[in-house]
């Protein structure tokens, strides 16, 4: 019990660090771990003694920012939700495909909630992100803004129309940096936290095959510049469709690196060249498409 309180306050110590670091120019690398400190607190601690801490730390951070304080804890009462489903789970040693998934689903859900309460008390966070997006284009030097599309009306109501893989996208980061950082404290620390599958033995569901084709014909067939609500849908669902078939060819590349004992440069260097060179994502998809569509893999164990 005593070497948990003491990891207790240590995590309610760094929760308050990586609050304040938010206000200085280490928020390029903090911002990253906001629920990494919250979510070992709660792990390490009962849960009278997490709600304790976490308010005592809330309320050290706005003695010690005065307003900038709302900022700070508004930041963290959001990211709270997430951590207490995760933390739950990670208590409970779910699997770590449930825990991802949950926390990534809070994730989103708050950001729509967050949405719906911005139009109900009369604010439009769409429209606020599109005049700011317009007032940055307007104010880039004109050398940068001839590499923007002419139609910069477009380009701006481009971005704005894909807003909702942002939101994905933030989930997904957050809830996989979160889990796999706490996860790596969690057992250090002996907890004993499930991790995932390793990549050589991952597989998307064979139904994603017929989605991304479904996908990729309809989008041969809609206006790039239409703002209808199958175009927006597509805008959003293609790019992610296309991560994901990529990372299965990662994983691909993980399994012939270990079926024929070689070292993982191969998925390595796959990785780096995607890196440098983003096109190579779609390259990836189609391979990762075969990989899930046919039996290459059983082919591939029987001519070994």
């Known amino acids: 019990m005593g070497n948990r309180s003491w990891q207790g306050i240590l995590w309610s110590v760094v929760t308050i660090v990586v609050l304040l670091s938010l206000m200085t120019p280490f928020i390029i690398f903090t911002v990253s771990f906001l629920m990494v400190p919250v979510l070992m607190l709660y ?3 009962s849960t009278k003694r997490f709600a304790l801490l976490y308010v005592l730390s809330l309320l050290i951070v706005y003695v010690l ?6 900022f700070l804890l508004s930041v963290s009462l959001f990211f709270l939700p997430p ?8 208590k409970r040693k779910a699997a770590a495909r449930t825990v991802l998934t949950a926390g990534t689903v809070t994730l989103l859900a ?3 909630i967050s949405l719906v309460i911005g139009y109900a008390l009369g604010f439009d966070p769409i429209a606020k992100f599109k005049q700011f997006m ?20 477009w380009y701006v109501n481009l971005i704005v129309q894909v807003i909702p893989l942002y939101f994905i996208f933030f989930a997904l980061f957050y809830a996989f940096v979160s889990h796999g950082i706490s996860r790596w404290l969690l057992n250090k620390t002996g907890e004993g936290i499930p991790g995932l599958r390793p990549m050589r033995e991952r597989m998307l569901p064979r139904s994603f095959v017929w989605i991304y084709l479904l996908a990729f014909v309809m989008d041969l067939f ?11 849908l597509l805008m959003n669902l293609l790019p992610l469709l296309v991560l994901a ?16 004992k070689w070292k993982p440069i191969l998925p390595i260097s796959a990785i780096v060249l995607v890196c440098f060179m983003p096109p190579f994502l ?8 075969f990989d899930v569509a046919f039996p290459i893999r059983e082919r591939f164990k029987k001519n070994l």
């Open 245 to 260: 078939f990529a990372i299965q060819a990662i994983c691909f590349l993980f399994f012939i690196a270990h079926a024929n």
């Open 222 to 232: 809609v206006d790039p510049a239409s703002s209808s609500l199958i175009a927006t």
């Open 134 to 153: 317009m007032d940055y284009v307007t104010a880039m030097p004109p050398a940068l803004r001839e590499l923007l599309p002419k139609d910069q009306d």
């Open 110 to 112: 708050e950001s729509l």
């Open 83 to 90: 951590v207490l489903v995760m933390g739950n789970l990670y």
């Open 65 to 70: 920012t005065a307003l900038h304080g709302i």
């Open 282 to 289: 779609f390259v990836y998809s189609l391979l990762g498409v």
């Open 43 to 45: 792990v390490k601690s």
